[in-house]
């Protein structure tokens, strides 16, 4: 009955109780009271009986307004999450792979395993950036869609912006999934999302205060998103998410920015820091987390547990042997991390 699921493993996620949480990659700061208590008003009056919007009108009227496209370029999901899935659901013909590079984030081969598609992995080079010459080896495995993250999870690095178009003009759909976008300088996908038949973005509230909430957006030409929309269940996206989602991202956008701000600050500050440990290596970022890779991933990762603070351990995926990825927090979080970090490198002496 379900032996397409025989090889999968249920969702996995670092769940070890922790005073300081560097493992999820979400906001480290809270909302203020004042949002909050506009929130708490907001969702008493909710007529909970009844179905949400199946719409999401207003909230995508906010969004729109937020991501800078019109409501129609619009598709919304519980979480970018459902998108990724959705769209791994309908596209083309389930003959046809999905291509993306590896390491990244684990939800495409996820979903792909789910509905049974055939998948293409293609690796990265040493600095985690794309490489034509593996593309076009991918693309000759005839896929149908293309992911690639960018910034890329967990790697933190943006991928080359030629080698994506490029990808899409050899005809395959793509997916730019750009979760990260709000912690990068780089340029955005939104101008050729809104002009290709074949290229698409995802984005997500998670990592911008409301990973609570579930709530993701891909951003299409009007026709795409149109066709896409008719795949998505109704109903998706919840009353309180849709409120909760309307009040922050008109209200609290000033907040947000805030927080986005500070993020990219501590990241350079830790990151200028950690470069100077002899034996850690520190991968540049573009997002609101960073990797290292060290002498020892699981003994590193175990003492900072013992000592209060959860990083993600990436040791036993491909490509990322005694790799590490660090949440950003805030900077009294950080500052805890750094001199847990010292302290163990200088009894390991990785200083
Ligand atoms: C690259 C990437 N895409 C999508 C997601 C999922 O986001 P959401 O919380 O909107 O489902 C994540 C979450 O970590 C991510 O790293």
Not at 198 to 208: P, Q
Not at 214 to 240: H, M, Q, S, W
Not at 283 to 296: C, E, M
Request: hydrophobic content about 40%.
């Amino acid at each position: 009955m379900f032996q397409r699921l025989n090889n999968l493993k249920p969702y996995k996620t670092e769940t070890t109780p922790c005073k300081i949480k560097l493992s999820s990659n979400e906001d480290p700061f809270e909302l203020p009271l004042w949002l909050r208590d506009k929130i708490s008003k907001a969702i008493k009056n909710l007529p909970f009986q009844r179905y949400p919007d199946p719409h999401s009108t207003k909230l995508k009227e906010v969004l729109a307004n937020f991501y800078n496209v019109k409501p129609e370029n619009l598709v919304l999901g519980n979480g970018s999450d459902e998108l990724i899935h959705l769209l791994i659901t309908i596209a083309g013909d389930y003959n046809k792979p999905v291509m993306y590079p590896v390491p990244t984030f684990p939800m495409y081969q996820v979903s792909a395993d789910i509905v049974g598609r055939k998948k293409v992995e293609f690796p990265l080079d040493e600095n985690f950036q794309l490489k034509k010459e593996k593309i076009d080896e991918a693309l000759n495995k005839n896929p149908v869609i293309a992911f690639f993250a960018s910034p890329n999870n967990p790697t933190g690095n943006s991928f080359d912006r030629d080698l994506i178009l490029y990808t899409a003009d050899s005809g395959v759909f793509t997916v730019v999934d750009e979760a990260y976008i709000h912690f990068s300088e780089k340029k955005d996908f939104v101008e050729e999302a809104l002009k290709r038949d074949n290229l698409v973005i995802l984005r997500t509230v998670s990592k911008i205060g409301l990973a609570s909430i579930r709530l993701g957006a891909l951003i299409a030409k009007e026709e795409i998103a149109y066709e896409i929309d008719k795949a998505r269940l109704p109903f998706n996206i919840t009353y309180p998410t849709q409120i909760i989602g309307e009040i922050v991202l008109s209200e609290g956008l000033e907040e947000i920015n805030k927080h986005i701000k500070i993020i990219k600050l501590e990241r350079e500050k830790l990151i200028k820091k950690i470069s100077e440990f002899k034996k850690i290596k520190v991968f540049p970022s573009d997002a609101n987390f960073f990797l290292i890779k060290v002498p020892d991933g699981d003994l590193l990762h175990q003492k900072l547990i013992e000592k209060g603070i959860l990083i993600r351990n990436m040791s036993h995926l491909p490509y990322m042997e005694n790799c590490l990825r660090v949440s950003i927090g805030k900077p009294e979080e950080n500052s805890a991390f750094f001199r847990a970090l010292k302290q163990i490198s200088q009894e390991l002496d990785w200083i």
